[in-house]
């Protein structure tokens, strides 16, 4: 399952946030594809295959010390159905 989390730093933690975020600590079953600073908000995001919802809170939750955080599950297009 391919997740994407939105990271927006607290405020007073922008120094422990870049430690972390250059250093995190990624599970083995975890596969990061992408670590991305931004010019705007949200701050960073991240963008990593976890096997299931848990696997991915569980690494997710490493970064709430440092920032808000707002992950949600990424759908290849070609497979989302549109609800309205």
């Keep these: 399952m391919l997740f994407i989390c939105q990271l927006r730093i607290i ?6 946030a870049t430690r972390m975020f250059r250093h995190p600590k990624i599970p083995n079953n975890v596969m990061v594809h992408e670590f991305l600073g931004l010019l705007g908000k949200p701050d960073a995001i991240v963008i990593f295959e976890a096997p299931d919802a848990p696997t991915a809170a569980d690494f997710v939750v490493q970064f709430g010390r440092v920032a808000d955080t707002t992950t949600a599950l990424a759908i290849p297009i070609e497979e989302f159905q549109w609800t309205s």
């Design 11 to 16: 405020p007073g933690q922008l120094d422990e």
